[in-house]
Protein backbone atom coordinates (compact mmCIF):
# COMPACT_ATOMS: atom_id res chain seq x y z
CA UNK A 1 0.00 0.00 0.00
CA UNK A 2 1.54 3.64 -0.51
CA UNK A 3 2.30 5.34 1.77
CA UNK A 4 1.60 9.46 2.53
CA UNK A 5 3.89 11.85 2.04
CA UNK A 6 5.36 13.55 5.14
CA UNK A 7 3.78 16.43 5.97
CA UNK A 8 7.40 18.39 4.99
CA UNK A 9 6.83 16.08 1.78
CA UNK A 10 3.68 17.52 1.50
CA UNK A 11 4.25 20.96 2.01
CA UNK A 12 7.09 21.15 -0.10
CA UNK A 13 5.24 19.91 -3.11
CA UNK A 14 2.90 22.39 -2.49
CA UNK A 15 4.97 25.61 -1.62
CA UNK A 16 4.71 27.45 -4.81
CA UNK A 17 0.80 27.35 -4.74
CA UNK A 18 1.09 28.40 -1.06
CA UNK A 19 3.44 30.89 -1.14
CA UNK A 20 1.41 32.58 -4.19
CA UNK A 21 -1.48 32.54 -2.19
CA UNK A 22 0.11 34.12 1.17
CA UNK A 23 2.08 36.96 -1.15
CA UNK A 24 -1.31 38.03 -2.74
CA UNK A 25 -3.01 37.91 0.50
CA UNK A 26 -0.31 40.38 2.33
CA UNK A 27 1.89 41.90 -0.84
CA UNK A 28 4.93 41.07 1.33
CA UNK A 29 7.57 38.29 0.88
CA UNK A 30 8.70 38.89 4.24
CA UNK A 31 4.84 38.44 5.64
CA UNK A 32 4.39 35.77 3.50
CA UNK A 33 7.32 33.65 4.27
CA UNK A 34 5.89 34.35 8.29
CA UNK A 35 2.22 32.56 7.33
CA UNK A 36 4.46 30.09 5.48
CA UNK A 37 6.51 29.21 9.02
CA UNK A 38 3.43 29.24 10.69
CA UNK A 39 1.57 27.24 8.73
CA UNK A 40 4.03 24.40 8.08
CA UNK A 41 4.05 23.85 12.11
CA UNK A 42 0.16 23.70 12.09
CA UNK A 43 0.92 21.40 8.98
CA UNK A 44 3.02 19.13 10.64
CA UNK A 45 1.51 18.81 13.78
CA UNK A 46 -2.12 18.30 12.18
CA UNK A 47 -0.50 14.94 9.99
CA UNK A 48 0.79 14.27 13.14
CA UNK A 49 -3.05 13.84 14.87
CA UNK A 50 -4.55 12.57 11.82
CA UNK A 51 -1.24 9.92 11.61
CA UNK A 52 -2.59 8.36 14.81
CA UNK A 53 -5.98 7.76 13.98
CA UNK A 54 -5.91 7.61 10.30
CA UNK A 55 -8.13 5.09 8.34
CA UNK A 56 -6.73 2.70 5.48
CA UNK A 57 -9.66 2.91 3.05
CA UNK A 58 -8.80 6.04 1.22
CA UNK A 59 -6.63 5.61 -2.10
CA UNK A 60 -3.29 7.63 -2.50
CA UNK A 61 -4.72 9.93 -4.98
CA UNK A 62 -7.60 10.73 -2.50
CA UNK A 63 -5.21 11.52 0.05
CA UNK A 64 -2.80 13.65 -2.18
CA UNK A 65 -5.80 15.69 -3.18
CA UNK A 66 -7.37 16.69 -0.08
CA UNK A 67 -4.36 16.80 1.49
CA UNK A 68 -3.44 19.88 -1.22
CA UNK A 69 -7.00 21.27 -0.62
CA UNK A 70 -6.00 21.24 3.46
CA UNK A 71 -3.14 22.78 2.96
CA UNK A 72 -4.21 25.38 1.13
CA UNK A 73 -7.01 25.85 3.17
CA UNK A 74 -4.63 26.45 6.46
CA UNK A 75 -2.64 29.02 4.41
CA UNK A 76 -5.74 31.03 3.87
CA UNK A 77 -6.12 30.87 7.15
CA UNK A 78 -3.13 31.95 8.26
CA UNK A 79 -2.94 34.56 5.70
CA UNK A 80 -6.00 35.98 6.26
CA UNK A 81 -5.29 36.39 10.19
CA UNK A 82 -1.79 37.75 9.22
CA UNK A 83 -3.64 40.28 6.36
CA UNK A 84 -5.78 41.61 10.34
CA UNK A 85 -2.81 42.35 11.95
CA UNK A 86 -0.57 43.74 8.96
CA UNK A 87 -4.16 46.20 8.52
CA UNK A 88 -3.27 47.57 11.48
CA UNK A 89 0.49 47.79 10.89
CA UNK A 90 -0.03 49.97 7.64
CA UNK A 91 -1.39 52.18 9.43
CA UNK A 92 1.43 53.28 11.42
CA UNK A 93 3.85 52.94 8.04
CA UNK A 94 5.87 56.11 7.81
CA UNK A 95 4.69 57.64 4.49
CA UNK A 96 2.71 55.39 1.10
CA UNK A 97 2.94 51.86 1.52
CA UNK A 98 3.78 49.61 -1.89
CA UNK A 99 3.51 45.84 -2.12
CA UNK A 100 7.61 43.79 -1.25
CA UNK A 101 8.11 43.36 -5.16
CA UNK A 102 8.82 39.29 -6.51
CA UNK A 103 10.73 38.55 -9.18
CA UNK A 104 8.46 36.99 -11.71
CA UNK A 105 10.83 35.95 -14.35
CA UNK A 106 11.23 32.37 -13.40
CA UNK A 107 7.42 31.63 -12.25
CA UNK A 108 5.25 34.22 -14.08
CA UNK A 109 2.03 33.53 -12.15
CA UNK A 110 3.73 32.99 -8.92
CA UNK A 111 2.23 29.26 -8.01
CA UNK A 112 -1.51 30.39 -9.57
CA UNK A 113 -3.25 29.31 -12.79
CA UNK A 114 -2.80 32.92 -13.32
CA UNK A 115 -1.19 36.34 -12.44
CA UNK A 116 -4.60 38.66 -12.68
CA UNK A 117 -3.98 39.76 -9.25
CA UNK A 118 0.09 40.00 -8.49
CA UNK A 119 0.90 43.22 -10.72
CA UNK A 120 1.41 46.29 -8.34
CA UNK A 121 -2.21 48.12 -9.56
CA UNK A 122 -3.97 44.38 -8.72
CA UNK A 123 -2.31 44.72 -5.40
CA UNK A 124 -3.67 48.44 -4.58
CA UNK A 125 -7.19 47.53 -5.41
CA UNK A 126 -6.74 44.31 -3.05
CA UNK A 127 -5.48 46.44 -0.14
CA UNK A 128 -9.07 48.22 -0.05
CA UNK A 129 -10.56 44.68 0.69
CA UNK A 130 -11.07 42.87 3.35
CA UNK A 131 -9.10 40.31 4.45
CA UNK A 132 -11.53 37.27 3.52
CA UNK A 133 -12.93 39.18 0.64
CA UNK A 134 -9.66 39.51 -0.50
CA UNK A 135 -8.92 35.70 0.01
CA UNK A 136 -12.20 34.82 -2.13
CA UNK A 137 -11.28 36.70 -4.74
CA UNK A 138 -7.65 35.65 -4.98
CA UNK A 139 -8.71 31.73 -4.83
CA UNK A 140 -11.41 32.06 -7.34
CA UNK A 141 -9.62 34.81 -9.98
CA UNK A 142 -5.86 33.23 -9.79
CA UNK A 143 -6.07 29.80 -7.99
CA UNK A 144 -9.46 28.51 -10.05
CA UNK A 145 -11.06 27.19 -6.84
CA UNK A 146 -14.77 26.44 -6.99
CA UNK A 147 -17.09 28.52 -4.50
CA UNK A 148 -17.48 25.02 -1.80
CA UNK A 149 -13.67 24.65 -1.91
CA UNK A 150 -13.67 28.70 -1.10
CA UNK A 151 -15.62 28.79 1.20
CA UNK A 152 -14.08 25.33 3.73
CA UNK A 153 -10.81 27.87 3.44
CA UNK A 154 -12.27 31.26 4.68
CA UNK A 155 -14.87 29.44 6.43
CA UNK A 156 -17.72 31.59 5.55
CA UNK A 157 -21.10 30.12 3.84
CA UNK A 158 -20.97 29.71 0.46
CA UNK A 159 -23.53 32.53 -0.34
CA UNK A 160 -21.18 34.83 1.36
CA UNK A 161 -18.58 33.90 -0.08
CA UNK A 162 -20.40 34.37 -3.70
CA UNK A 163 -21.02 37.83 -2.62
CA UNK A 164 -17.25 38.68 -1.57
CA UNK A 165 -16.49 37.30 -4.85
CA UNK A 166 -19.10 39.93 -6.30
CA UNK A 167 -18.41 42.82 -5.07
CA UNK A 168 -14.77 42.36 -5.77
CA UNK A 169 -15.12 42.24 -9.00
CA UNK A 170 -17.01 45.12 -9.09
CA UNK A 171 -14.57 47.18 -7.29
CA UNK A 172 -11.45 45.93 -9.93
CA UNK A 173 -14.12 46.90 -12.64
CA UNK A 174 -14.28 50.01 -11.44
CA UNK A 175 -10.69 50.82 -9.79
CA UNK A 176 -8.30 48.99 -12.69
CA UNK A 177 -7.97 51.41 -16.02
CA UNK A 178 -7.47 49.06 -19.46
CA UNK A 179 -4.09 47.77 -19.44
CA UNK A 180 -1.22 47.84 -22.06
CA UNK A 181 1.07 44.90 -22.84
CA UNK A 182 3.60 43.75 -21.16
CA UNK A 183 5.63 45.10 -24.42
CA UNK A 184 4.32 48.31 -24.14
CA UNK A 185 4.61 49.02 -20.21
CA UNK A 186 8.66 48.43 -21.00
CA UNK A 187 8.85 51.04 -23.69
CA UNK A 188 7.11 53.53 -21.65
CA UNK A 189 9.14 52.54 -18.96
CA UNK A 190 12.28 53.00 -20.82
CA UNK A 191 11.32 56.03 -21.87
CA UNK A 192 10.53 57.53 -18.63
CA UNK A 193 13.94 56.23 -17.32
CA UNK A 194 15.63 58.16 -20.19
CA UNK A 195 13.89 61.60 -19.47
CA UNK A 196 14.17 60.85 -15.86
CA UNK A 197 18.54 60.54 -15.81
CA UNK A 198 18.10 63.77 -18.00
CA UNK A 199 15.93 65.58 -16.26
CA UNK A 200 14.20 66.09 -19.54
CA UNK A 201 10.71 67.92 -18.07
CA UNK A 202 9.30 68.53 -21.69
CA UNK A 203 9.45 64.50 -22.69
CA UNK A 204 8.27 64.14 -19.20
CA UNK A 205 4.79 65.64 -19.46
CA UNK A 206 4.42 64.51 -22.97
CA UNK A 207 4.08 60.59 -22.03
CA UNK A 208 2.80 61.49 -18.36
CA UNK A 209 -1.35 60.88 -18.08
CA UNK A 210 -2.63 64.46 -16.68
CA UNK A 211 -3.71 62.82 -13.70
CA UNK A 212 -0.54 61.02 -12.73
CA UNK A 213 0.80 59.93 -9.23
CA UNK A 214 4.06 59.76 -7.86
CA UNK A 215 4.59 57.12 -4.98
CA UNK A 216 7.39 56.39 -3.04
CA UNK A 217 7.95 54.50 -0.19
CA UNK A 218 11.04 54.45 1.76
CA UNK A 219 9.48 53.20 5.06
CA UNK A 220 11.08 56.20 7.18
CA UNK A 221 14.67 55.09 5.81
CA UNK A 222 14.77 55.71 2.31
CA UNK A 223 14.91 59.20 0.79
CA UNK A 224 11.68 59.20 -0.36
CA UNK A 225 8.76 61.46 -0.29
CA UNK A 226 6.56 61.00 2.72
CA UNK A 227 3.50 62.14 0.46
CA UNK A 228 2.13 61.49 -2.79
CA UNK A 229 2.40 63.69 -5.67
CA UNK A 230 -0.22 64.27 -8.23
CA UNK A 231 -0.60 65.62 -11.46
CA UNK A 232 1.50 65.97 -14.50
CA UNK A 233 3.36 68.82 -14.16
CA UNK A 234 4.26 68.05 -10.57
CA UNK A 235 5.38 64.81 -11.30
CA UNK A 236 7.45 65.71 -13.55
CA UNK A 237 9.65 68.57 -11.88
CA UNK A 238 9.45 65.92 -9.02
CA UNK A 239 11.12 64.08 -11.11
CA UNK A 240 13.48 66.78 -12.84
CA UNK A 241 14.31 67.35 -9.34
CA UNK A 242 15.73 64.13 -8.82
CA UNK A 243 17.84 63.95 -11.39
CA UNK A 244 20.41 66.15 -9.97
CA UNK A 245 21.42 63.72 -7.18
CA UNK A 246 19.22 60.30 -7.71
CA UNK A 247 21.27 58.83 -10.62
CA UNK A 248 24.75 60.15 -10.04
CA UNK A 249 26.92 57.44 -9.87
CA UNK A 250 23.45 54.82 -10.16
CA UNK A 251 23.46 51.39 -12.11
CA UNK A 252 20.83 49.80 -13.53
CA UNK A 253 19.08 46.09 -14.43
CA UNK A 254 16.22 44.85 -15.86
CA UNK A 255 14.08 42.73 -13.82
CA UNK A 256 10.74 41.15 -13.72
CA UNK A 257 8.53 41.93 -11.02
CA UNK A 258 5.18 41.13 -10.06
CA UNK A 259 4.22 40.25 -14.00
CA UNK A 260 5.73 43.57 -15.00
CA UNK A 261 9.29 45.23 -16.24
CA UNK A 262 10.85 46.89 -13.55
CA UNK A 263 14.40 48.48 -13.27
CA UNK A 264 16.62 47.94 -9.91
CA UNK A 265 18.56 50.82 -9.26
CA UNK A 266 22.23 50.57 -7.38
CA UNK A 267 25.01 52.46 -6.20
CA UNK A 268 28.16 50.24 -5.85
CA UNK A 269 26.85 47.16 -6.39
CA UNK A 270 24.05 47.71 -3.45
CA UNK A 271 19.97 48.03 -4.72
CA UNK A 272 18.73 51.44 -3.32
CA UNK A 273 15.67 51.91 -5.24
CA UNK A 274 13.24 49.96 -7.67
CA UNK A 275 11.52 52.09 -10.56
CA UNK A 276 8.52 50.82 -12.33
CA UNK A 277 5.77 52.59 -13.82
CA UNK A 278 1.56 51.66 -14.91
CA UNK A 279 0.54 52.92 -17.74
CA UNK A 280 -3.10 53.34 -20.03
CA UNK A 281 -3.78 54.66 -22.87
CA UNK A 282 -3.84 57.93 -22.01
CA UNK A 283 -0.11 57.70 -20.47
CA UNK A 284 1.75 56.86 -17.63
CA UNK A 285 -0.70 56.92 -14.60
CA UNK A 286 1.28 56.06 -11.93
CA UNK A 287 5.19 56.15 -10.90
CA UNK A 288 6.45 53.79 -7.92
CA UNK A 289 9.33 54.09 -6.67
CA UNK A 290 10.54 51.31 -3.61
CA UNK A 291 13.48 52.85 -1.89
CA UNK A 292 12.72 51.10 1.58
CA UNK A 293 15.76 48.71 1.93
CA UNK A 294 13.65 46.24 3.94
CA UNK A 295 11.98 45.63 0.71
CA UNK A 296 14.59 45.70 -1.52
CA UNK A 297 16.12 41.93 -0.80
CA UNK A 298 13.64 39.99 -2.77
CA UNK A 299 15.02 41.18 -5.85
CA UNK A 300 18.77 41.14 -5.24
CA UNK A 301 20.62 39.53 -7.78
Known amino acids: MPTDPTADEAFALAQPRLFGIAYRMLGSVTEAHVVMAD ?10 GRNDTAGT ?5 TRDTAGARDLTALVTRVSIAESELAQARRVAYPGPW ?5 ETGVDPNLGG ?10 LAVLEKM ?4 RAAWVLHEDFGMQSTDIAAAVQLPEPEVLQHIEAARALVTAELREPIDAGEQRKRLEAFLSAARFGNVVALEQMLAEDATSISDGGGVGRASRFPVTGRDR ?4 VYAMSHHFWTDADTRWIDANGQAAVAVSRAGVDFAMLTVLAASDGIYRVLWLMNPAKLGAIAP
Open 39 to 48: ARLAAANDTA
Open 57 to 61: NDTAG
Open 98 to 102: LPEPV
Open 113 to 122: DSASTLGFAE
Open 130 to 133: QPSQ
Open 235 to 238: VAKV
